[in-house]
C-alpha cells in the first residue's frame, strides 16, 4: 500500500480535518493517529505532534473504528482480546474501552472510547546499519535478534531486513502472526519482504516456526515481537536445525535479556541490534552472541 493509498484509506474512515491534515505528511513521516472521546485527534509525525480541529463523541470513535476494521471489528473477537487489530495495509489499531472479562481472561471489548493507530511503512535502507552484521565471513546469514521500544521501528527494520535478503537469493520464510511485516490480503503481501520470500499469515509464532522449518526448507526464519517461553523454544529449535532466526524483542537495551539465560548460553542468536530510544530506525550498538561489542 503507497501513502497516497493509505491517505485514501484512512480519509474514508476519519473526519475531514484529520483526512486533509494526512494528506498534507510527506510520506513515511506519520507514526500514528490518536483517536479519543471529546478530545482532539492528534497526528504524531517524527517531528512531534499536532492536533486536529476535531472533538469526536463516543459514537463516533466507535464508527471510525468500526469502519477502519472494514466493517468486522465485532468479528474479530480473537484479535480485539490483544488491545489491536491488524487494519490493511498492516497498519495496527490499538483499542480501549469497557472490557468484558471473565475472571482473568478478557471476553470481549465494547464502548470503545479511544484508539491508536499505528502507521505501517517501507522505509528502504531501514536495515542499512545491519546489513554488514548479518553476514560473516563466510558468507553465512547470522541470526540476529532487535532490541527496541514501541513505535522505535523495529518492524520496519526487520521487513527491510527480509527483503534485501530475499534479493540475495536467500530463501526467508516470515510467521507474520499480527500481519504486520508482510501486510497479506487475498494472499498478496501488501509491503515488500521480497521476491523469495514465503509468508505464514495470522499463525501463532511458536506453531508457525515449526512449520516454516518442517514444510518450506528456509535459509533464513523472521518473526517479529519474541514472547513468551513457547516462542523461544520453537526459536531454539530452529537454530539446532542450523537455521538463521531474524527477530524483534520489545525492550530498552540488552537488559530485556535477563530472563533468557538459557537463549543466551545456547547462542541462539550471533548478534543483537539495539534501538535507539529517541529517534526512530537508529540501531544504537549491535553486540555478539555473549552481548560483547563487536
Not at 506519520?30 to 483517536?35: A, D, H
Not at 536467500?170 to 501488501?190: H, K
Request: hydrophobic letters at 45%; a neutral charge.
Amino acid at each position: 500500500m503507497t501513502w497516497q493509498e493509505t491517505v485514501a484509506f484512512l480519509s474514508a474512515c476519519l473526519p475531514r480535518p484529520v483526512g486533509r491534515a494526512l494528506a498534507m505528511q510527506p510520506e513515511g513521516s506519520v507514526r500514528e493517529v490518536r483517536v479519543r472521546t471529546g478530545r482532539q485527534v492528534r497526528i504524531i509525525t517524527w517531528e512531534g505532534a499536532a492536533a486536529c480541529a476535531c472533538e469526536p463523541t463516543q459514537p463516533q470513535v466507535a464508527r471510525m473504528a468500526e469502519a477502519l476494521s472494514e466493517h468486522a471489528l465485532y468479528a474479530r473477537t480473537d484479535e480485539q482480546r490483544q488491545g489491536f487489530v491488524t487494519l490493511r495495509g498492516g497498519h495496527r489499531m490499538g483499542l480501549c474501552g469497557r472490557v468484558i472479562a471473565q475472571g482473568q481472561s478478557v471476553r470481549a471489548l465494547r464502548d470503545i472510547s479511544s484508539f491508536c493507530l499505528r502507521i505501517a511503512g517501507q522505509w528502504p535502507g531501514a536495515a542499512d546499519a545491519l546489513m554488514p552484521h548479518l553476514m560473516d565471513a563466510n558468507g553465512r546469514i547470522r541470526s540476529m535478534l532487535i532490541i527496541g521500544l514501541p513505535g522505535m521501528g523495529k518492524t520496519t527494520i526487520l521487513r527491510d531486513a527480509c527483503r534485501r535478503l530475499s534479493e540475495a537469493e536467500a530463501r526467508v520464510c516470515v510467521v507474520d502472526e499480527r500481519g504486520e511485516l508482510a501486510a497479506m490480503s487475498g494472499g498478496v503481501a501488501q509491503l515488500d519482504v521480497g521476491p523469495n520470500t514465503d509468508v505464514l499469515d495470522g499463525c501463532p509464532k511458536e506453531a508457525g516456526l515449526r512449520w516454516m522449518l518442517r514444510a518450506m526448507s528456509p535459509d533464513v526464519l523472521a518473526t517479529d515481537e519474541l514472547g513468551g517461553a513457547m516462542d523461544m523454544q520453537a526459536v531454539t529449535d530452529a537454530a539446532r536445525a542450523g537455521v538463521s532466526v531474524l527477530a524483534t524483542l520489545h525492550g530498552r537495551d540488552e537488559h530485556a535479556l535477563d530472563g533468557m539465560q538459557t537463549l543466551l548460553r545456547q547462542g541462539v542468536f550471533d548478534r543483537f541490534a539495539v534501538l535507539g530510544a529517541h529517534r526512530a530506525g537508529e540501531v544504537e550498538r549491535v553486540l555478539g552472541a555473549r552481548l560483547e561489542e563487536v
